[in-house]
């Protein structure tokens, strides 16, 4: 948890604004590998 996001995860626990900024971090970059994994699939079948 602190490598990935600088937070200990009794901070990450106890502190709600926190959780979420590193939740909306998290979508973001599923969102973005979703993104990437789709495009290599298409230049993989084209």
Same mark, same amino acid.
């Given at each position: 948890m602190y490598g990935a996001h600088g937070v200990g995860y009794e901070r990450? @626990? +106890? #502190?709600? #604004? =926190?959780?979420?900024? =590193? /939740? @909306?971090k998290r979508e973001k /970059?599923?969102?973005? %590998? +979703?993104?990437?994994? %789709?495009?290599l699939g298409r230049k993989i079948h084209t």
């Open positions: 990450y @626990k +106890q #502190e709600h #604004e =926190i959780r979420m900024q =590193i /939740e @909306k /970059e599923y969102v973005a %590998s +979703q993104q990437m994994t %789709s495009n």
